[in-house]
């Protein structure tokens, strides 16, 4: 039997479409590439730089050194060490047997954070698979996290906030799963994510928040059940922590997080979400006006996310990593919006509706951001030299016999593995009367340090002692200095230290 075919004019319309489709998927393939190009860049240098990016990751990586060689990790805040460890132990645990293994200090953390990193971008597209069927929307809330270069820079810094974005966004999309799927087991995953989060970091506790909430308004019982289950967890963790660290835990965490508030610190934060995220952030809003029952839990995680950001981020010493669990909460709002706002389909049909407009803040996220990244990178690139030739200066006078105060803590990290005082936190701590101060100021004036490293000379009359964040000694512990030390070096370089060995009477 004979098959007859026809050739049929095709609608110029579908051809249409078709074409705007096909030109859409492109320009979101050459976007992901650019993602992809941002990560693999800090890939390459976290995998190359044998020096700090910020001073709490040296901190974190000699807390985890000491931690794995026996020394503890929640601190008496009257004895030495004068340091505290501010976040749960398991980014610290993790990250010291790395390096007792063998792993260098600094890349043991960064590569938990950068496996963290990928898995929360994939997250990131896994949940709104849940809430909408638009393929399209999903692939834009994993390109707008990966996109986003403050998520990139903490991503590939070892210290704890990815990792806690991570085990967060976990338990979102698990919760999820169960909403949409009716899986049990999903729940329970839900939280004990939600509590490794907290265990993470303490202060990531809007994922666990946004179950919880949401299950009373649609599961009473089932919500009861769930909370007393994540909640008696997490009190018996915390409080066997704390026995067995002698109420160290408690001190650490918690009272000493509790740091004085400037509200300078609210401005600049402000300003940097606006500045990188203005696009995502109205797009979320948007769609948090016309949001469905179905989509409404990642907006009531964003928002807690958001209201933890702005609750935290006032105090003295918050830097950029208090937003990223906000910023991967918005860019999946973001892509639910496109979905129910029919963005996409609008766009390929060519619709006269201010909705196609959406683009523009779109476009201007990923330039905005892609740029943004590829100067971090060239950044990091040319200060690892500098910071090289800083800390390599001073290993003479770290690796001789004596005890070392240091305010330059790269170089205990390389050549120590310990630290005795943290400036920064022992004064905010003893200007709160949360701390003694009296066995640091016996030492200082009876000599017993070899060698100080300060950011500042001492003995210059115009210090500025007035900002809070600078790494300062109180008052008296640097009379003391002044008293019975003297300058020998000052090493230039991105921090610029100044050696202090003890006067010869």
């Known amino acids: 039997m004979a098959v007859i075919t026809t050739n049929l004019p095709q609608d110029p319309l579908s051809l249409n479409v078709a074409s705007r489709e096909r030109s859409c998927k492109l320009a979101m393939r050459w976007i992901a590439v650019l993602a992809a190009l941002g990560l693999a860049g800090h890939l390459a240098l976290l995998l190359w730089s044998r020096h700090e990016f910020t001073p709490v990751e040296s901190l974190v990586a000699l807390q985890s050194h000491m931690l794995t060689h026996g020394e503890g990790l929640y601190y008496d805040l009257n004895h030495y060490p004068f340091t505290v460890s501010p976040y749960g132990p398991i980014f610290y645990t993790a990250s010291g047997y790395l390096q007792k293994w063998g792993v260098f200090p600094y890349l043991g953390g960064r590569l938990l954070s950068f496996a963290a990193l990928l898995m929360s971008i994939w997250l990131c597209w896994k949940a709104p698979g849940y809430l909408t ?57 839900s939280g004990v994510l939600a509590i490794l989060a907290v265990f993470t970091k303490q202060t990531a506790l809007a994922a666990g928040a946004t179950v919880g909430l949401v299950l009373l308004m649609e599961h009473r019982r089932r919500a009861a059940l769930w909370i007393a289950g994540v909640g008696t967890t997490s009190i018996a963790i915390a409080l066997t922590l704390n026995a067995i660290t002698h109420g160290g835990y408690f001190s650490d965490a918690i009272v000493a997080n509790i740091n004085p508030f400037a509200w300078f610190k609210l401005r600049d934060h402000v300003q940097y979400m606006i500045l990188t995220c203005a696009g995502v ?92 990244t590829a100067r971090v990178i060239a950044e990091r690139a040319i200060l690892e030299p500098a910071r090289s030739r800083e800390t390599a200066a001073l290993k003479p006078y770290v690796d001789r016999p004596g005890r070392v105060l240091s305010t330059h803590y790269d ?75 003297r300058i020998v070096r000052h090493v230039e370089g991105p921090y610029g230290v100044y050696v202090y060995e003890p006067k010869q009477d």
């Open 281 to 372: 952030i109205i797009i979320a809003a948007i769609g948090a006006v016309r949001a469905s029952r179905r989509t409404a839990p990642l907006y009531v995680y964003a928002g807690l996310s958001m209201a933890v950001w702005l609750m935290t981020a006032a105090k003295t010493g918050s830097d950029l990593n208090y937003q990223v669990e906000t910023m991967l909460a918005m860019s999946m709002c973001a892509a639910c919006a496109l979905a129910e706002l029919h963005f996409f389909q609008s766009l390929f049909a060519n619709r006269r509706t201010w909705v196609t407009l959406l683009q523009i803040p779109l476009l201007l996220h990923v330039v905005l951001n892609v740029l943004l």
């Open 411 to 485: 170089s205990l990290v390389q050549y120590r593995g310990d630290i005795e005082v943290e400036p920064f936190i022992y004064s905010t701590l003893v200007k709160a009367g949360r701390a003694d101060p009296r066995p640091l100021l016996h030492d200082l004036s009876t000599r017993q340090f070899a060698t100080i490293f300060l950011l500042d000379d001492l003995f210059q009359p115009a210090r500025d002692e007035t900002n809070l964040e600078l790494e300062h000694l109180p008052a008296a512990q640097l009379d003391a200095i002044r008293q019975n030390y």
């Open 133 to 189: 069927r638009d393929r399209y929307a999903q692939a834009a809330a994993g390109i707008l996290a990966a996109s986003t270069s403050n998520v990139l820079f903490w991503g590939t810094v070892g210290q704890v906030d990815v990792l806690a974005c991570c085990f967060s966004l976990g338990s979102i999309t698990a919760f999820l799963r169960y909403r949409e799927r009716g899986a049990s087991k999903a729940l329970v995953w």
